[in-house]
């Protein structure tokens, strides 16, 4: 398998714009991830779907995030509009099965800078 | 809510050499400790996982140490190599389906 696919790998933005960030997780897992990493903050958990339906979005930052999965192969998180204070690494990873006891595939990330 | 604490924050070590990372956790109710493994420009990458049936497990030069009654686990990376040098996070369940990761550790190896 591939593995986890993030795209675009880099994007550099200006704020205010939108921002979407694809994601493409490994064939037959039935959980997805978006994580949020930055040096102040590590590793967060925005968001994450069981079988396409977003269970806990606790972890968005605030309304400008959006996430979504329209089916078992894509999904996509959005920020509109964008700030600067958004600039991070973000990434989608998918389980096959409870993330308690199960490994977690990451993507590659998406590094974002907002300037 | 799971509140992980590791130690130290970074750690430089000599090629041959053992690297020692600690972690703390609070929630007792879960029983999978992992630890990912992140090269820079990478994601993280399972490196190695216990169960707290047992208090040690050893895959190649990597072991993880486990205190239940002391809520800690520990990885050990012994013959430290050159590519090691790599961040480390622990992690442990919030829930069913979420871990808490700890801040990382940054491990260099000289050659």
């Known amino acids: 398998d591939a593995g986890v696919i993030q795209s675009p790998r880099h994007e550099v933005t200006e704020m205010g714009q939108e921002v979407t960030l694809r994601c493409k997780p490994i064939?037959?897992?039935?959980?997805l991830f978006w994580y949020r990493q930055t040096m102040m903050r590590g590793l967060e958990l925005l968001i994450y779907f069981n079988n396409n339906v977003p269970i806990d979005d606790s972890g968005m930052p605030e309304d400008r995030f959006s996430a979504k999965m329209p089916n078992a192969s894509f999904s996509t998180l959005k920020i509109q509009p964008s700030e600067p204070r958004d600039s991070a690494v973000y990434f989608c990873a998918s389980s096959l099965g409870r993330a308690s006891g199960n490994t977690i595939y990451f993507g590659e990330g998406s590094w974002l800078t907002v300037v | 809510q799971q509140q992980v604490k590791q130690s130290p924050q970074s750690l430089i070590v000599q090629k041959g050499g053992i690297s020692i990372i600690n972690c703390a956790y609070e929630?007792?109710?879960?029983?999978?400790f992992p630890w990912y493994q992140q090269f820079p420009g990478k994601g993280p990458a399972l490196l190695i996982a216990?169960?707290?049936?047992?208090s040690e497990k050893k895959e190649g030069r990597f072991t993880i140490s486990f205190n239940k009654s002391a809520k800690q686990f520990s990885l050990h990376i012994m013959d430290s190599q050159p590519g090691d040098s790599a961040t480390y996070f622990c992690a442990a369940p919030d829930n069913d389906y979420k871990l808490s990761f700890g801040a990382g550790t940054t491990v260099t190896v000289r050659a």
């Open positions: 216990i169960r707290p049936d047992v």
């Open positions: 929630n007792t109710a879960f029983d999978y």
């Open positions: 064939s037959g897992h039935d959980y």
